[in-house]
């Protein structure tokens, strides 16, 4: 507390864009992952990116180094819309005392979450489609072969108007909320459990630190198959009234992925999920609160 939601909102997008900058080229093998074998049965399927290293060496070598950093244009606007807006959500419900309720920390997490993921979700749904492109050897999930993060905007916006640019968002708003609730949850509880067995000095950047890492392996827990179904939903191929060709919604995501993948389906990619959210939760809510004390 004791900062204003406006100056939350800047810290906030500057956070999450200095952590994604320095976290995208996990989001990239993360995403090529979570597509690999999409409905497809387990052993069924090729597999050119096996593990978390040994998919990064696959992306460089279809790509180029430049291949781990795809998407990030898009990535740091989606970061920026969304962690500003989820963090000045989540400062408004400290100023009016709602965090001090029994499960106000969790709440107040959840709801910023879900509107900073209707705002960011534009950003994120280009974002997936320019980390999905590689060549065609390597190639997994559908290719919507954008150029640029322009022209993916343009050629959304043309074919499906305004609505499309939101397509996907069904799955991005539980994903967040439930990250987002979690994140910010453990953080805080983590941060001052350190604090309070004084392991740690209050304020310290080891006691920030902590309280990120144990936040980041409970995020990728529970976040992991709301990660998969909404990189699904925001990749999929469209008909001409922009209505998904492979998944009808949320729920038929669900049950798709569990019927013809297996439960274990929706945990694909979670070594590259944690290894990503684990870093990103931390040096997010590091530089957050290390700019808020500024």
């Known amino acids: 507390g004791g900062v204003p939601p406006a100056i939350d909102l800047v810290l906030g997008a500057t956070a999450g864009c200095l952590a994604c900058f320095l976290t995208n080229p996990l989001e990239v093998v993360k995403t090529r992952l979570q597509l690999q074998g999409e409905l497809q049965p387990p052993g069924t399927y090729p597999r050119p990116y096996r593990g978390v290293l040994r ?3 696959a992306v460089c070598r279809a790509d180029g180094l430049r291949g781990l950093q ?9 970061q920026g819309l969304m962690n500003g807006v989820r963090f000045y959500c989540y400062s408004h419900a400290e100023d009016a005392g709602w965090t001090g309720y029994p499960g106000g920390t969790v709440a107040a997490g959840a709801v910023a979450g879900a509107v900073g993921a209707v705002v960011g979700s534009p950003a994120y749904l280009v974002k997936t489609h320019l980390q ?17 993060i322009s022209s993916a905007f343009r050629s959304i916006y043309q074919q499906h108007g305004v609505a499309g640019l939101w397509r996907g968002v069904t799955g991005a708003v539980p994903r967040v909320a439930v990250g987002s609730a979690v994140q910010l949850a453990t953080f805080a509880s983590a941060k001052d459990w350190v604090c309070e067995r004084q392991w740690f000095r209050k304020g310290s950047w080891a006691a920030v630190l902590a309280g990120g890492m144990v936040s980041g392996v409970a ?5 992991t198959p709301f990660d998969v179904i909404s990189t699904r939903l925001y990749n999929q191929p ?5 209505a998904g060709k492979l998944y009808r919604g949320f729920l038929d995501c669900i049950l798709q992925i569990s019927s013809k993948e297996g439960l274990l389906g929706l945990y694909k990619g979670i070594g590259a999920v944690y290894l990503r959210l684990g870093p990103h939760t931390v040096l997010s809510l590091f530089f957050w609160d290390k700019l808020r004390n500024m």
């Open 132 to 148: 999905a492109q590689t060549v065609s050897a390597m190639a997994v999930g559908h290719q919507h072969n954008h150029e640029s």
């Open 70 to 78: 795809k998407g990030l244009a898009a990535g740091l606007l989606y």
């Open 55 to 57: 998919a990064a060496v």
């Open 219 to 223: 995020v990728a827990v529970t976040m």
């Open 238 to 242: 469209v008909d001409a009234d922009g």
